[in-house]
């Protein structure tokens, strides 16, 4: 019994280091696939900036350079290492080519400053500059969003409220042509009595001088 004991213990530490080692080994996997597609990344984008340095196009060049921005801020949400090796790799390809880039670069004032950005700021430096900017990006847009949602509410409730006061001076119009109404038949009906109540006199005048035999 006391061997059979033995051997259980010994198989549920030997399971046990397994999966140990299979957990360190899925981090490590997946860490190393973040930074391998940190690189992939920044060469499918140094394609496009060689692309656009050959054709002299420095808007596309800007544009570029600003999604090399955001994609830094997207790799940092998940691995700060990979956002740097991201830098590292677009930077190389900038300085081994300085002198052809800043030609296209100076055509477009963003370009030239993100193209100086990135050639004099180190890698950890440029991913916390990158980082800000994407933050202060997203703040803008929340920002905005809220003003627009805030105007929105505005606009709503001043409808709301230019409906209310419409429909109350339809109202009060409706109340003061209706007192209007009844002012004026009851006016009518009192000029009506008037003019039958002196006719009923001269009437009764008339009569009472034909009695007399006037």
């Known amino acids: 019994m006391k061997k059979i004991l033995l051997a259980v213990m010994a198989v549920a530490a030997i399971s046990f280091t397994s999966c140990g080692n299979k957990t360190q080994?899925?981090?490590?996997?997946?860490?190393?696939?973040?930074a391998i597609n940190a690189e992939e990344e920044a060469n499918a984008v140094i394609e496009n900036l060689k692309?656009?340095?050959?054709?002299?196009?420095?808007?596309?060049l800007a544009a570029s350079l600003d999604q090399v921005k955001?994609?830094?801020g997207e790799f940092v949400v998940n691995d700060a290492e990979a956002a740097k090796?991201?830098?590292?790799?677009?930077?190389?390809?900038?300085?081994?080519?300085?002198?052809?880039?800043?030609?296209?670069?100076?055509?477009?004032?963003?370009?030239?400053s993100a193209i100086t950005l990135f050639m004099e700021t180190e890698p950890e430096a440029m991913v916390s500059t990158l980082v800000e900017s994407v933050n202060d990006k997203a703040e803008a847009t929340k920002d905005a969003a809220a003003a627009t949602a805030e105007a929105t509410k505005d606009a709503?409730?001043?409808?709301?409220?230019?409906?209310?006061?419409d429909t109350k001076?339809?109202?009060?119009?409706?109340?003061?042509?209706?007192?209007?109404?009844?002012?004026q038949k009851a006016e009518e009906t009192k000029a009506a009595a008037?003019?039958?109540?002196?006719?009923?006199?001269?009437?009764?005048?008339?009569?009472?001088k034909k009695g007399l035999g006037l």
């Open 25 to 34: 080994q899925v981090e490590a996997t997946d860490s190393t696939e973040v």
């Open 51 to 60: 692309a656009f340095v050959a054709a002299g196009d420095a808007d596309q």
């Open 169 to 183: 001076a339809a109202v009060n119009k409706q109340v003061e042509d209706a007192k209007a109404a009844a002012n």
């Open 70 to 72: 955001e994609k830094v």
């Open 85 to 112: 090796t991201y830098v590292i790799t677009v930077q190389k390809y900038l300085l081994e080519n300085a002198e052809q880039v800043k030609a296209v670069a100076q055509q477009n004032v963003n370009a030239a």
């Open 194 to 208: 008037k003019q039958k109540a002196n006719e009923a006199v001269d009437n009764a005048a008339q009569n009472v």
């Open 156 to 165: 709503a409730a001043e409808a709301v409220n230019k409906t209310v006061e």
